[in-house]
């Protein structure tokens, strides 16, 4: 992997690590919905004008369905519940929740194939519980009123990411920037509906809106165009090393900017919980295993697309 490449691979995992941040300062004032439709319309316009700067087009016609159900799954869903559960859990603890997609879809493909799981991957998905229970387990957060429901939520919002994972498998081939542009769009139609649920808790400030703007933009529109950017540059196994370092820059935000306390438990937590990622997938991409000493051998990740925040 390039020097730019590396770069843009950290710039990304401490975008996407930001959402939580992000999150955790604007549902607690505009509610999951509002925050949540904001968040897709402001990047639907970027992409947007991106789209006609690079005279991308969309071909709605032909793939509404198909950007309906991945936008559902990969955006409206997860977003919303994620940003349900940021009115209660840190930002730290919902971004290691948020690296657990990569287990709940090993779950759900051994389901769907009707195939046993692997011992590798049995332990992996033994060791991920662990981390977890044991974050949520020491977590002063989980002694909040309705936090054991919003580690529920967000665990749901991991799983959605995992169902939009199995889908675009099999899913009509589309262009990548097409499949960012479209779901927004889809998103944003979809999460209107919960804005008769969940009503703004109160007025936002210039600091909420900054944090809406920088979600919507910056965490959804930027970040979508630097992810396809990798996975042209390095392909999609390298590229996912995203998903290792989201929670590192989630937990260190929450802690610079929002005062987070950090035990012992999440640093452990954490480690445990990505330990177990790994082995689930037999995560190696490429660019690592060439550090590697001769004869050493590691798996690497099915070339998939999975988005996580």
């Known amino acids: 992997m390039s020097t730019a490449n590396l770069l843009r691979l950290i710039l990304l ?38 789209g006609l700067v690079l005279k991308r087009a969309l071909h709605l016609r032909a793939h509404w369905k198909h950007y309906v159900i991945l936008g559902f799954f990969n955006s409206a ?15 730290s603890l919902l971004s290691v929740l948020n690296a657990t997609a990569p287990m709940w879809g090993a ?3 051994a389901a769907w194939s009707r195939q046993a799981i692997g011992a590798r991957s049995a332990i992996g998905l033994v060791l991920g519980t662990l981390g977890v229970a044991l974050l949520v387990g020491f977590d002063h957060a989980f002694a909040r009123p309705g936090a054991a429901i919003a580690v529920g939520v967000a665990l749901l919002a ?16 589309v262009e990548p920037f097409a499949n960012a542009h479209g779901t927004m769009w889809t998103s944003a139609l ?7 649920v ?16 920088a979600l919507g933009v910056l965490c959804s ?41 950090i035990g012992w438990y999440t640093a452990v ?7 177990g990622i790994a082995l689930v997938t037999g995560f190696a991409p490429r660019w690592l295993t060439r550090l590697r000493p001769h004869g050493s051998r590691g798996a690497g990740l099915p070339a998939q697309r999975q988005t996580t925040e």
Request: aromatic share 14%.
């Open 158 to 173: 991991a799983f959605s990411y995992s169902v939009a994972s199995l889908y675009a498998r099999s899913a009509p081939s």
């Open 13 to 50: 995992a401490a975008i996407w690590g930001g959402s939580f941040l992000f999150m955790r300062i604007g549902a607690p004032v505009l509610g999951p919905a509002l925050l949540i439709e904001l968040r897709v319309l402001f990047a639907a316009l970027f992409l947007a004008a991106v």
């Open 221 to 261: 529109g930027v970040a979508y165009i630097l992810y396809f950017r990798l996975i042209e540059e390095v392909g999609a196994t390298s590229a996912l090393t995203v998903t290792f370092l989201n929670p590192l820059f989630g937990i260190l935000w929450g802690v610079l900017f929002l005062g987070e306390a």
């Open 269 to 275: 937590g954490a480690a445990v919980v990505l330990a």
């Open 77 to 91: 869903l997860p977003f919303l519940l994620f940003a349900f559960a940021a009115r209660t859990l840190p930002a």
């Open 107 to 109: 779950l759900l493909g």
């Open 190 to 196: 979809m999460v209107l509906p919960a804005l008769m």
């Open 198 to 213: 969940f009503a703004p808790a109160g007025a936002p400030t210039p600091g909420v809106m900054a944090a809406v703007l």
